[in-house]
């Protein structure tokens, strides 16, 4: 049982879409982290959010921690094709383990 | 600009046989962190070391798993008398120190199959 669920699981989208991709959880998260993970590579870090209601903006993606910050979610705005790969979610409590969600492999096409 | 590296990058074994896989930190990472990564699965944590410390084991799955590090620098992930469901990528990540602040780092992985 994980203790973050992410979704979806798959998602194709046109260049140029947005997609938005969630994480939630029934704990509480001292902060949350996003990654993306390409073929053949380590999950390599996006952002991490600590503040309820945080918002933090990395050039087309959005990142959001809820208010409880038991959830977040990652919005990207008109997508490319270097979009394409493995996005993570990974909550922390108060100390250095990370548990990760699922995933969500997102594919843009050209 | 040395990363985390692994060795080796894919490792095909028979069920029964032992395997030993390999992280080389980032130079100057007192904290050293393995996971599993099943197909469809997200990161499993499996071990944690930092300095001198005792390391945490509390997420290696059986006690045929078992890892050291020496000198407080490279690691060594061994799985004796391997299964089939012990294949999987395992991935290793270092950081300055195991803090919540400190960003882990991550290795490509050694991609695992037992035939």
């Known amino acids: 049982t994980q203790l973050l669920e992410q979704s979806p699981q798959f998602l194709s989208i046109q260049e140029g879409e947005n997609l938005t991709v969630y994480c939630n959880s029934s704990?509480?998260?001292?902060?949350l982290q996003w990654y993306r993970q390409e073929p053949g590579e380590g999950p390599v870090l996006l952002v991490t959010?600590?503040?309820?209601?945080e918002v933090k903006k990395l050039k087309r993606l959005t990142f959001q921690f809820g208010d409880a910050r038991k959830d977040s979610s990652l919005h990207i705005t008109a997508a490319q094709p270097g979009d394409t790969g493995l996005y993570l979610c990974?909550?922390?409590?108060?100390?250095?383990?990370?548990?990760f969600g699922a995933g969500t492999t997102v594919t843009v096409r050209a | 600009g040395a990363g985390v590296s692994q060795s080796p990058s894919n490792k095909v074994t028979e069920k029964g046989k032992d395997v030993e896989l390999r992280c080389d930190p980032i130079?100057?990472?007192?904290?050293l962190y393995w996971y599993r990564q099943s197909l469809g699965q997200g990161l499993e944590f499996l071990i944690y070391?930092?300095?001198?410390?005792?390391?945490?084991k509390s997420g290696l799955p059986s006690d045929r798993f078992s890892a050291e590090r020496t000198g407080g620098s490279v690691s060594t992930l061994t799985i004796q008398r391997t299964q089939q469901e012990d294949s999987a990528v395992y991935l290793c990540?270092?950081?300055?120190?195991?803090?919540?602040?400190?960003?882990?780092?991550f290795g490509p992985g050694t991609r695992l199959t037992v035939l």
């Open positions: 704990s509480v998260f001292s902060s």
């Open positions: 070391f930092q300095g001198n410390s005792a390391p945490d």
């Open positions: 959010v600590v503040t309820g209601g």
């Open positions: 990974a909550g922390q409590f108060n100390d250095y383990k990370l548990s």
């Open positions: 990540a270092s950081s300055l120190a195991g803090l919540v602040s400190n960003e882990q780092f």
């Open positions: 130079s100057g990472h007192t904290a």
